[in-house]
């Protein structure tokens, strides 16, 4: 069955200590993706990757990095959380072609205290 | 830069009554369209898409849109809606410009159908 597999579901932790939340995809996209979902603000893309080794800031980059170094695999790191990064976290993949929908996981709701 | 619309956040139905859930967008060239169903507690999935050729799109669960150029909109209806359509819906646009596809999503609209 063709998923997005997000982990954690759920985190809540506390200031300052570091987590990953990792995203793995089973498609052989080339294209991935993380979104975070805020109310009244919809969808913002945080990073994305066309690639193995290729990454790029999104729309709302600040306080998270991304790594690329398998083609399934694409964690968001969050070095140092702050409770601004409260929020309902998404990845997505998809082949990248223009006009292809994207594949989303299940969603990681992460609170920061 | 492409933007998107919706102009509802929450729009409350009764069971088998019509619904349409409005989107606009803004971009300068042409586009490829999309709506997005999220149910409670998961992603969102593909409802329909909008690529070319027929400006009437039907897709899943009965739902369809209607791409209008001229008026850069894409709404979303459904004839007879259930209770299991309470959701969360996204439109969302991206260029049709070639390699990478830029997604722009709107804030959702809720649909929330009464019994």
């Known amino acids: 069955e063709a998923q997005v597999t997000q982990n954690p579901r759920y985190l809540i932790t506390v200031t300052g200590k570091k987590l990953t939340v990792t995203c793995s995809q089973n498609m052989n996209h080339e294209y991935m993706s993380w979104y975070r979902q805020d109310p009244g603000l919809g969808l913002r893309q945080i990073y994305y990757s066309m690639n193995v080794e290729v990454t790029d800031k999104g729309d709302v980059p600040e306080g998270y990095k991304v790594s690329r170094k398998e083609k399934r695999n694409f964690p968001l790191i969050l070095e140092s959380p702050s409770p601004n990064q409260t929020s309902l976290y998404f990845c997505a993949s998809s082949s990248g072609l223009a006009g292809q929908p994207q594949h989303f996981g299940d969603g990681t709701r992460l609170s920061i205290l | 830069a492409q933007s998107v619309t919706q102009l509802d956040s929450q729009v409350p139905v009764f069971e088998e009554a019509p619904v349409e859930l409005r989107c606009n967008y803004s971009?300068?060239?042409?586009?490829?369209l999309f709506w997005y169903v999220q149910y409670p507690n998961q992603g969102l999935q593909l409802l329909l898409k909008?690529?070319?050729?027929?400006?009437l799109v039907k897709g899943i669960n009965g739902f369809e849109a209607e791409f209008n150029k001229s008026q850069t909109s894409f709404h979303l209806r459904k004839p007879s809606v259930h209770i299991s359509d309470t959701a969360e819906y996204f439109c969302?646009?991206?260029?049709?410009?070639?390699?990478?596809?830029?997604?722009?999503f709107g804030i959702g609209t809720k649909l929330q159908v009464i019994p």
């Open positions: 971009s300068s060239v042409s586009v490829y």
């Open positions: 909008y690529l070319s050729g027929s400006t």
């Open positions: 969302a646009v991206s260029d049709q410009s070639g390699g990478y596809q830029k997604v722009t």
